[in-house]
């Protein structure tokens, strides 16, 4: 069974960082796009900043404040949020798709609530 777990969320003050770490087993890591979506409360889950072998992407809310990155040697993708704000308060999703098949997306259960406060 495919598993992705994510950790480092956590209580930070505002303009702190924080590092997120997703570790995936049971797929062929270097075949999937990963990526880092987010939910606050009371709204829809939306992409953060996504990741291939050779680009990555951001949301304009993050440019330049989040850095993902990822080590297909550990099957690990990591979010690195520096400069956080209130806003960027939101439980962190780690999400997983097949650069071919589409349809195999798996996601992770979602950190401890990553709060700016």
């Known amino acids: 069974q495919v598993q992705l777990v994510e950790s480092g969320g956590g209580l930070v003050q505002p303009e702190g960082s924080l590092r997120l770490s997703c570790a995936a087993s049971?797929?062929?890591?270097?075949?999937?796009?990963m990526a880092w979506y987010r939910q606050a409360p009371g709204k829809q889950r939306e992409l953060v900043a996504s990741?291939?072998?050779?680009?990555?992407h951001y949301a304009d809310s993050v440019k330049s404040r989040f850095t993902i990155s990822r080590d297909n040697a550990k099957n690990t993708v990591y979010l690195q949020m520096n400069s956080l704000k209130p806003e960027d308060t939101a439980v962190y999703y780690c999400?997983?798709?097949?650069?071919?098949?589409?349809?195999?997306?798996?996601w992770g259960q979602g950190t401890q609530g990553t709060k700016i406060s």
């Open positions: 999400n997983a798709q097949h650069v071919r098949l589409r349809r195999l997306e798996y």
């Open positions: 049971r797929i062929i890591f270097s075949l999937y796009i």
């Open positions: 990741i291939t072998s050779d680009s990555t």
